[in-house]
C-alpha cells in the first residue's frame, strides 16, 4: 500500500498511508470487539497477517473513506496530533469509551532524506506490520477487561488538530468530551520513524 | 516541685499507651533523637537529588524544606548544653577521616559508653553535614531553570490550549434499532440466579447411575436419544445405533454404518412398539425393527443431514440441515406425503403435540414455527399456523406439555438462553425465563408441574423449574461438558441426560413420592388408556 520509490524507502505521502490504514482496521476492529454492531454486517478480510473484520455498511464505511482520507492530507501536512474515536450511548450522548490514536512525527532516515531531497525513511515494511499486528492483536484483547457496553451505542471521530489547520467542507468544530471516573490504558505503539502511532484506550470505570 | 514529679512519674505511669515523653531523661533522648533524625534524613534526600537530575519542582520544594529542618537542627544543636558543644567542637575536625583511624565513633558505640549508658549519641562524622549542606545550596541554585518535566508539561498544556477539535459533520449511523450486544452473552454469563426454591420434595443432586457413550458426537444440532415405552434406550454414537434395555441392562448393536458419518438422529414409534426411525449423514430416513434386528425400510427425501425425527401415529416427520420437514408414511409405498420449506437453515428439532395436532419445529434460523395438521388436509398443508421469532438463537429445545393442552417450551441457544412458554391455541407467549446458559434440551414431567431443561456453557447442570412461576426447584451439576439431549424414562420418573463428556447419567428427579404414590398412578393409567385410544383410532 504504501509508496515505496526503492526497497526500504518510505515517504511522508506513504507513512501517512499506512498510518492511516492502521486506523481503518483499528476502527473497525473496535466496531467489532466492543460488539457496536451486529456482527453479520462485518466481513473478514486478510491483513498484517491476521484475520481482521471490516464493516459492510455503506454509511459506516463512507464515513471512514471521507474521514481517513482526509485526515491522511493532515498527517502530510503535520496538522494533526490525534485523533479520538468515542462510543456514545445512544440515549443519553454519554460519552462511554475513547480510544485516542495519537500522532507523532519523527525524522526519519536523515542521511537518505539528504540524498533524496525528500524526507523519507528507511524502516522495514515488515517490521512496521510487524508493530501493527501487535497493537492489533492488543485491541482484540481488551474486551477481556473493558467494561460491557449494555445499550445501544454510537460512534465519532474527532480530530485533534493544530491552530493553523483550515477547517475543509463538512467539517465542524467539536467540543471536547470527557468521559466521568476514567481509566485509561496505553497500547503498544507503533512507527514507520516518519510517523509514531499510539493508541490509548480510555473507558468509564464503574464500580 | 518534689509532688509535682511524683504527680508526673504517676501520671506516666497512668497514660500506659501514650508515648513515653515525661521524666527528667526523656527530654535528652528527644534531642538526641532529633539531631540525628534530620540530618540523615536530608542526607538520602541529597543523595537522591544528586542521583536524579531531571527533577521536578514537588522535589525542589522537599529539598528546601529539608534544608531548613537541617537547618533547625543545627540551630537546636547550637542550643544543646555545653557537653554537646564540646563533643561537636571535638568531631568537626575528624570530617577527613583518615583510613588509619581506628576508633570511628559510631551512634551504638557512643551509646555503648558506661556513663551515658541511656543516650543515643549519633555519629557527626558519618552524616557529612559539609557534603549536604553543598548539595542542598547547589541545587537551590539550580532551582530557578525550568526542568525537563516542567518544562514537558507546559508544552503539553499548552497545545491543547491552541489545537483545535475537528469533527466530521456526517456522521456515522447509530446501531440499529432494537440491537442487543452479544458479548451480553460473555459477560453475564456466570451469574446465575442462586434463588434455588425449597421444595417439599427429596431430588437427589447426584445421578442414579452413569454410563459410558464413548464417541458420541458433541453436535447441538442432532437428536440421538430415545427411550421407547418398551423400556429400551436407543442411542446413537458415532455410525452406530445401540439398545440399552433398562430392565436387564443388556446392550445391543442395531446397525453400524460403513465410513465415518454419523448417525444423526433416533426416534422410536409411540406406544410400545419395536420401530426405530433413524435419521441418518445422507439424508434417509431409515426404519428398523428392534425386535428382529432388521432394516425395515430406507426412505430418501432429503438432500443434506436429518437431524431430527417425530411420529405421530404411522407418519414420522422428519426435518434436515436443508431445512425441509418431510413427512413419510411409513404404510404406504410412496411414502413421501408432504414436503414443506419450513426453516432457512438447518432444523434443530421436531415435536408433535401429544393430541398429533401440532407439529412444532425448531431452526438455526432462530424460528420456531408451528405446523397444523387440519382435519382432512392430511399432512399436505404448508402453511404454518404461528411462527414465532422472539428466539435470539437456534431453538433447539422443545417440548409439549403433557397435561395441558397445546402449551408448548422452547429453549434457545448461546446467544439467546432463554426457556420460553407459549399457547398454541392462542400464539400467546405465556412466560419467559433467563436460563443464563444455552438450553439444549428441554422436558415436562409426567409426575409433577416442573420442567428440566439441559444446559451447556458455563455449569453443564440440569435445571428443574417449577411450572408455571419458572422457579428454579434444582441444579443438577455433574456433567463436565454441555448436556447434549434429555429423555424421560417410560414410567416418568427417571431423566437421562447426554452429555458431550461421553457420559450418559440417569437422575431419579421425578420419584413419586410413596405417600401419594396411588394418586398419580391412577392418572397415569388413565393416559395410557388415553394413548390407547389413539392409537386404535
Avoid at chain 2, 439441559?454 to 419458572?470: D, E, F, R, T
Amino acid at each position: 500500500m504504501s509508496q515505496q520509490q526503492t526497497k526500504n524507502c518510505i515517504t511522508l505521502r506513504g507513512s501517512a498511508q499506512i498510518l492511516c490504514e492502521y486506523l481503518k482496521f483499528a476502527i473497525n476492529s473496535v466496531l467489532f470487539q466492543r460488539g457496536l454492531y451486529p456482527p453479520e454486517t462485518f466481513k473478514a478480510e486478510q491483513q498484517y497477517g491476521i484475520t481482521l473484520l471490516l464493516s459492510e455498511d455503506p454509511l459506516i464505511k463512507d464515513f471512514l473513506t471521507n474521514l481517513l482520507t482526509q485526515s491522511e492530507e493532515w498527517i502530510v501536512n503535520k496538522k494533526v496530533d490525534k485523533l479520538s474515536l468515542i462510543i456514545l450511548n445512544v440515549a443519553t450522548k454519554e460519552v462511554l469509551e475513547c480510544w485516542d490514536f495519537n500522532v507523532q512525527y519523527e525524522d526519519g532516515d536523515v542521511a537518505l532524506s539528504k540524498e533524496k531531497n525528500e524526507t523519507v525513511s528507511s524502516k522495514d515494511l515488515k517490521k512496521i506490520k510487524q508493530e501493527i499486528r501487535d497493537v492489533m492483536l492488543q485491541i482484540a484483547a481488551t474486551i477481556s477487561y473493558l467494561p460491557f457496553l449494555d445499550c445501544r451505542c454510537s460512534f465519532d471521530v474527532l480530530v485533534h488538530a493544530r491552530p493553523d489547520c483550515d477547517i475543509p467542507e463538512k467539517w465542524a468544530e467539536a467540543k471536547p468530551v470527557e468521559i466521568t471516573n476514567a481509566q485509561n490504558v496505553q497500547l503498544k505503539s507503533f512507527s514507520t520513524s516518519l510517523n509514531k502511532m499510539e493508541t490509548v484506550v480510555s473507558y468509564k470505570l464503574t464500580d | 516541685m518534689a509532688q509535682f514529679n511524683y504527680l508526673n512519674e504517676l501520671n506516666s505511669l497512668a497514660t500506659i499507651d501514650g508515648p513515653i515523653t515525661r521524666g527528667p531523661l526523656q527530654r535528652w533522648v528527644k534531642k538526641s533523637g532529633a539531631e540525628n533524625m534530620n540530618p540523615t534524613l536530608s542526607t538520602s534526600k541529597n543523595i537522591s537529588n544528586a542521583n536524579l537530575s531531571g527533577i521536578n519542582q514537588s522535589m525542589h520544594k522537599l529539598s528546601v524544606s529539608a534544608n531548613q529542618s537541617c537547618n533547625n537542627s543545627v540551630l537546636s544543636a547550637n542550643k544543646t548544653p555545653t557537653r554537646a558543644d564540646i563533643r561537636k567542637n571535638k568531631k568537626t575536625p575528624s570530617k577527613n577521616k583518615s583510613p588509619g583511624r581506628s576508633t570511628t565513633p559510631t551512634p551504638n558505640k557512643a551509646s555503648k559508653t558506661p556513663n551515658k549508658a541511656d543516650r543515643f549519641i549519633p555519629s557527626r562524622s558519618n552524616t557529612n553535614y559539609d557534603l549536604c549542606h553543598y548539595m542542598l545550596t547547589r541545587e537551590e541554585e539550580k532551582s530557578d531553570e525550568p526542568t525537563l518535566a516542567t518544562e514537558a508539561l507546559s508544552k503539553a498544556l499548552g497545545e491543547t490550549d491552541q489545537g483545535r477539535l475537528l469533527q466530521y459533520t456526517c456522521k456515522a449511523p447509530a446501531a440499529p434499532e432494537g440491537y442487543q450486544n452479544r458479548l451480553r452473552v460473555v459477560y453475564s454469563q456466570a451469574k446465575v440466579p442462586s434463588t434455588v426454591k425449597n421444595t417439599s420434595r427429596y431430588i437427589p443432586h447426584s445421578p442414579d447411575r452413569i454410563l459410558d457413550a464413548p464417541d458420541i458426537v458433541d453436535d447441538f444440532y442432532l437428536n440421538i436419544l430415545d427411550w421407547s415405552a418398551s423400556n429400551i434406550l436407543a442411542v446413537a454414537l458415532g455410525n452406530a445405533v445401540y439398545l440399552w434395555n433398562a430392565g436387564t441392562g443388556q446392550i445391543e448393536e442395531l446397525m453400524c454404518l460403513e465410513g465415518n458419518d454419523p448417525v444423526c438422529s433416533v426416534q422410536w414409534v409411540q406406544g410400545s412398539g419395536s420401530h426405530l426411525a433413524v435419521g441418518l449423514s445422507s439424508g434417509v430416513v431409515e426404519l428398523w425393527d428392534c425386535e428382529k434386528i432388521k432394516r425395515l425400510r430406507v426412505m430418501d427425501g432429503h438432500s443434506a443431514r436429518v437431524g431430527s425425527l417425530a411420529w405421530n401415529l404411522y407418519v414420522v416427520s422428519s426435518g434436515s440441515r436443508d431445512g425441509n420437514i418431510v413427512h413419510h408414511d411409513v404404510r404406504q409405498r410412496d411414502h413421501n406425503v408432504a414436503t414443506i420449506n419450513a426453516h432457512t437453515q438447518e432444523i434443530c428439532n421436531l415435536k408433535w403435540s401429544p393430541d398429533g395436532k401440532y407439529l412444532a419445529s425448531g431452526g438455526n434460523d432462530n424460528e420456531l414455527n408451528i405446523w397444523p395438521l387440519a382435519q382432512g388436509h392430511h399432512y399436505t398443508q404448508t402453511q404454518y399456523l404461528y411462527s414465532f421469532r422472539s428466539h435470539l438463537a437456534a431453538v433447539k429445545g422443545l417440548a409439549w406439555c403433557p397435561w395441558s393442552n397445546g402449551i408448548l417450551a422452547s429453549g434457545g441457544g448461546t446467544a439467546d438462553r432463554t426457556i420460553r412458554i407459549w399457547n398454541v391455541n392462542t400464539g400467546a407467549n405465556l412466560s419467559t425465563v433467563d436460563t443464563k446458559s444455552q438450553v439444549c434440551s428441554i422436558l415436562w414431567s409426567s409426575h409433577y408441574k416442573e420442567l428440566i431443561s439441559g444446559h451447556g456453557y458455563a455449569n453443564n447442570q440440569l435445571v428443574i423449574w417449577k411450572y408455571p412461576s419458572m422457579a428454579r426447584v434444582a441444579d443438577l451439576t455433574g456433567h463436565v461438558a454441555r448436556v447434549l439431549h434429555l429423555c424421560l424414562s417410560p414410567d416418568g420418573t427417571s431423566v437421562l441426560s447426554a452429555g458431550a463428556d461421553e457420559t450418559l447419567r440417569l437422575w431419579k428427579v421425578f420419584m413419586l413420592d410413596p405417600a401419594k404414590k396411588k394418586d398419580p398412578v391412577d392418572t397415569k393409567a388413565a393416559k395410557s388408556l388415553l394413548n390407547m385410544n389413539s392409537l386404535i383410532r
